[in-house]
């Protein structure tokens, strides 16, 4: 990297802004301005206002606060254009390119209190950050953010409220951003009345509290979720914040392929090439629909006898791991209560864990453990590092974490999942299980900030609401919303591959099963779950495609997507030539066309398509589950499995059924 003074942080010509920075194609520009001592800032792209003129700054207790007697002390610049590769994820190869300003700015009375802005402007966005020098104390408590995001107040946004019991766990509201009467959590995306589509999101959030949004008057102010004392953090000097983002798109299917977030975390300091994406099946949605349970009894799921059972169909069906919920003591009456005693290294008595990892080795099946914390962190983590060795001593490397509940417990205090401290509980686990060789996927998680670039095992997160919500609580809307919105924070473990769509009618899921097959493909994840029962798999055709889909791509190829209404993607999987599309629509039944246009030219492919049924059908199809027009309440379950010869350029139009999609393979063919 080379520093190349101030030519890509000119002083501006004229108006209320010193300095902008241009992006390297000169398509996004960031201006910083400093007025009566306050900083501020705008963004546009293509000439059209993204961020009007918003306030930057921080409030320190018992400090001059920054932001409000500033002074612009010095601007430096410098361009990256680099790539890096990818230890899994949804491309292999990352570029990284953009245009960095670095402002000091101090305060006018006093020269020690210094602090940077470093932005960095990419042809689709930005991030921004405040770093923090050393000065006379060692510690400062940040009283609350003052940044803003003046975006658009009649823009159409998508947003979860924050600091609710279930956390991200909510359908997405749409409303005029002027309209948003809650704070909210990020990535905050919206549709602005010039038709650009903008999300506002943090990347490497590390000892802090996560950032929530909330509208003040006629602007939007970032909240750092705040510890129960009201206090946002403590911090150790010197500290960088983490980076503040907007993502900026002219199409919103371009918008889910934005990678500022990962751009703007570290490389990993160790290898971590021992971090393997896979799939899995579990002792789980039989826990959710009540065939059996997570505490022992007559219908306890995780038995010896039972996981064998789950090895045997993971072997068989050519998935590589079982999941094992329940297995240890602590899940008896009303577990979220009885959590704060659970054990982590203390099977219930028909449970053998030894005998169920020599079973799992001699078949070739991963065991993936579980460790539900119900938020008891003290618990938990005096538990340590012994919770760990005993999966260890087991040869288990995939855990599940889980912090059900809907506040934390920690040093006696309840406090939000998102604050600081727990923040900082969830680094320390990535730590430790670090340390151990072992992959995370962490429900009730912190949201993702693209940390998993500096910590491959943190692999995938739930942080949304996923498919366990079904039986009332979800829409097919929320799949062509989650793209969009979750999916921009990283992998998503939605749990889909749900064939029993009745379920035992406690969840009867909204979809069409090859919706169910779409989503392996529409929602990333590096761990994706075959979520039903295995028996409902064997000798189901439409398995043949949750068989072959990877969970680790080399590319992503966004197709058509319009958030709320469709979204339809092709992925290059990371260890051949083979392509999978996934497509998904609302409600609203619709054709969609995929051009072939990703293939490579002069080969020849062939398409394995699952799709839904429509009303007229050729002779000969071949009918998965049932037959006729498909339809997520009145006809979920018919399947059309066709193959097609198809070459770059070819074009593909499918129909959706209402609540439906389509999954295709496409093979390249020697
Ligand atoms: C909620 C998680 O999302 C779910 O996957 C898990 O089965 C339960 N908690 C129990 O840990």
């Avoid at 979204?567 to 030539?577: G, I, L, P």
Wanted: glycine residues 10%.
């Amino acid at each position: 990297m080379k520093w190349l003074g101030n030519k890509f942080s000119q002083k501006t010509q004229t108006g209320e802004y010193s300095h902008e920075v241009f992006s390297p194609s000169g398509r996004v520009r960031f201006m910083l301005g400093v007025r009566d001592g306050g900083v501020f800032y705008s963004l546009k792209r293509d000439e059209k206002v993204i961020v009007r003129e918003s306030k930057l700054g921080l409030d320190f207790v018992g400090e001059e606060s920054f932001g409000r007697k500033f002074k612009l002390l010095a601007v430096k610049g410098q361009e990256v254009n680099s790539k890096w590769e990818t230890v899994f994820g949804e491309e292999k190869v990352v570029v990284n390119k953009y245009h960095e300003g670095e402002f000091r700015l101090g305060c006018l009375e006093d020269e020690r209190g210094v602090i940077v802005v470093r932005v960095r402007v990419f042809d689709d966005g930005i991030g921004f950050r405040y770093e923090i020098a050393e000065r006379g104390v060692e510690q400062l408590t940040v009283k609350e953010e003052l940044t803003e995001f003046n975006v658009d107040q009649n823009g159409r946004a998508w947003w979860i409220p924050a600091y609710q019991p279930d956390r991200y766990e909510y359908l997405y509201q749409r409303s005029q951003v002027v309209a948003m009467d809650k704070p909210v959590h990020t990535p905050l995306t919206i549709k602005t009345t010039s038709g650009a589509y903008v999300s506002i999101h943090e990347a490497a959030l590390y000892d802090y509290g996560a950032m929530v949004v909330r509208r003040h008057g006629d602007t939007l102010r970032a909240e750092v979720t705040p510890m129960a004392n009201g206090d946002a953090a403590q911090i150790e000097l010197p500290f960088n914040t983490p980076w503040r983002v907007v993502m900026v798109a002219s199409r919103a299917m371009d918008l889910a392929v934005n990678r500022i977030m990962l751009n703007l975390n570290e490389p990993a300091r160790e290898d971590f090439a021992w971090v393997k994406p896979m799939k899995y099946l579990g002792i789980w949605w039989s826990l959710h629909i009540g065939e059996q349970t997570w505490h022992a009894g007559d219908r306890h799921g995780a038995t010896t006898e039972n996981t064998m059972e789950y090895i045997d169909y993971a072997a068989k069906l050519g998935i590589r791991a079982v999941l094992i919920e329940g297995w240890n003591e602590g899940w008896e009456g009303d577990w979220l209560e009885c959590g704060k005693d659970n054990k982590f290294t203390l099977a219930y008595p028909d449970f053998n864990m030894k005998k169920v990892a020599d079973y799992a080795k001699e078949k070739g099946v991963e065991i993936v453990g579980h460790h539900e914390t119900v938020g008891f962190i003290e618990n938990y983590e005096s538990q340590w590092p012994e919770a760990f060795e005993f999966y260890k001593d087991h040869g288990v490397k995939y855990i599940k974490l889980g912090y059900a509940g809907t506040r934390m417990l920690i040093d006696g205090t309840r406090e939000f999942h998102h604050c600081q401290p727990g923040v900082r509980h969830y680094q320390r686990v990535a730590e430790i299980a670090a340390k151990y060789g072992m992959m995370l996927n962490i429900h009730e998680p912190i949201k993702g900030t693209g940390i998993e670039r500096t910590w491959p095992n943190i692999m995938t997160r739930e942080g949304a609401r996923g498919q366990e919500y079904e039986g009332g609580g979800m829409t097919p809307e929320h799949h062509t919303i989650i793209p969009f919105t979750r999916g921009l924070a990283g992998g998503f473990d939605y749990t889909p591959g749900i064939f029993d769509i009745h379920s035992n009618g406690v969840k009867t899921v909204w979809s069409t099963l090859a919706r169910q097959l779409a989503l392996f493909v529409t929602i990333y994840s590096s761990w994706q779950m075959a979520a039903d029962r295995p028996r409902f798999y064997e000798g189901n055709p439409a398995f043949k495609f949750v068989q072959d889909v990877p969970a680790d791509w080399q590319k992503t190829v966004p197709l058509v997507g319009e958030i709320g209404e469709c979204w339809v993607v092709a992925r290059q999987d990371r260890e051949s030539d083979d392509w999978y599309v996934g497509g998904v629509t609302n409600e609203d039944a619709r054709a969609v066309s995929v051009y072939f246009e990703f293939l490579d030219e002069g080969c020849e492919y062939e398409a394995e398509i699952y799709r839904d049924g429509c009303e007229q059908e050729a002779e000969g199809v071949t009918w998965v589950g049932a037959e006729g027009r498909a339809h997520f309440r009145e006809n979920p379950l018919a399947v059309v499995i066709e193959k097609r010869r198809v070459k770059k350029g070819d074009r593909l139009e499918v129909w959706m059924a209402e609540g439906g999609g389509f999954a295709v393979r496409v093979k390249r063919v020697e």
